[in-house]
């Protein structure tokens, strides 16, 4: 198994460009979360998917964050524009649906300058 | 109230000692509890789920869940320097669906 798989490791853009994050989660999982991660505020629950489904997206801080599953194996956290206030470490984890533990990839650190 | 409240710390403690870290969480209707470890500059990683009041043990690790009193422990037994690091607290919380909601977590230091 290969584990919950995240791309790109870092990235490092400028103020107002688009940014991408990439998840492919752990096969046969049918939950998916996007996590945000600061000093400050800790892990933020962004959103969480159940079977390709988005389910709640009330932590998504605001329009200019948008998240997609198009099938079960793959899901996009996009930006745009970004803003140096996102700099954070972006985790995707995964999870058999009920009450299973997550499962997390290693995370993205974005850096918006 | 924080829907789930670790104590930052640090916690130091020496080498071999026990370590116990305590999460208390809002939601009475919780009913799974996991403790993940999360060194620096890495993903969090499972290393205890917890779903019924009582001790449960793996290894040096003892997870104690207390739902009348909506508190979650975990117990490091004869703690290396290698158990280094942060420990968050992670509530299965019932809205509608089953949400993860985590602890800011607790730093641990062993020292040789």
């Known amino acids: 198994d290969a584990g919950v798989i995240q791309s790109p490791r870092h990235e490092v853009t400028e103020m107002g460009q688009e940014v991408t994050l990439r998840c492919k989660p752990i096969s046969g999982h049918n939950s998916l979360f996007w996590y945000r991660q600061t000093m400050m505020r800790g892990l933020e629950l962004l959103i969480y998917?159940?079977?390709?489904?988005?389910?709640?997206d009330s932590g998504m801080p605001e329009d200019r964050f948008s998240a997609k599953m198009p099938n079960a194996s793959f899901s996009t956290l996009k930006i745009q524009p970004s803003e140096p206030r996102d700099s954070a470490v972006y985790f995707c984890a995964s999870s058999s649906m009920g009450n299973s533990p997550l499962h997390f990839g290693n995370g993205t650190r974005l850096t918006v300058t | 109230q924080k829907e789930v409240e670790q104590n930052s710390g640090p916690l130091s403690v020496p080498e071999g000692a026990i370590a116990s870290l305590n999460c208390t969480y809002s939601?009475?209707?919780?009913?799974?509890f996991f403790w993940y470890r999360q060194y620096s500059g890495k993903s969090p990683e499972l290393i205890m789920s917890?779903?019924?009041?009582g001790d449960k043990e793996d290894g040096r690790f003892t997870a104690q869940l207390n739902k009348a009193s909506q508190y979650v422990s975990l117990l490091i037994r004869d703690s290396q320097p290698s158990d280094s690091a942060t420990y968050l607290c992670?509530?299965?919380?019932?809205?509608?669906?089953?949400?993860?909601?985590f602890g800011r977590g607790t730093s641990l230091i062993v020292h040789p």
């Open positions: 917890i779903y019924s009041n």
């Open positions: 939601d009475r209707g919780s009913q799974s």
């Open positions: 998917f159940n079977n390709n489904v988005p389910i709640d």
């Open positions: 992670a509530v299965l919380m019932v809205r509608g669906s089953y949400i993860p909601t």
